[in-house]
């Protein structure tokens, strides 16, 4: 499965962009991408947010722990039982949140 690797991405629209692309692209996942503007008509807050209604939200939660996007489903531990490397690597996690409920929202914020 493809990576990605948002550590040294340095600004919000451009973390959401590539893991909103990465969802649709890896998982076939209905992800779309909401904008500053967006967000504050919505109550959100002022960041750019990546909303997948049908994104499993125990996927968001193992993305939030430092774990796999499909780690709910898969599991942590290959067969042999060497761990998983995690498909997604988050930036520092003061520049993002994390809404599980029945689907998910992940929003970048600049520090």
Do not use: R
Request: charged share 20%.
């Amino acid at each position: 499965m493809k990576k990605l690797n948002l550590n040294n991405v340095k600004h919000p629209k451009t973390a959401a962009k590539k893991l909103c692309k990465w969802l649709k692209e890896t998982g076939g996942w209905n992800a779309e991408l909401v904008t500053p503007d967006s967000a504050k008509n919505n109550g959100w807050g002022n960041g750019w947010y990546v909303v997948c209604e049908e994104c499993p939200y125990e996927g968001l939660v193992c993305l939030s722990l430092g774990g796999s996007v499909y780690a709910g489903e898969f599991g942590y531990y290959y067969p042999n039982g060497e761990y998983k490397e995690p498909e997604v690597l988050m930036c520092d996690n003061d520049n993002w949140i994390a809404e599980p409920y029945y689907s998910w929202a992940l929003g970048f914020f600049k520090q």
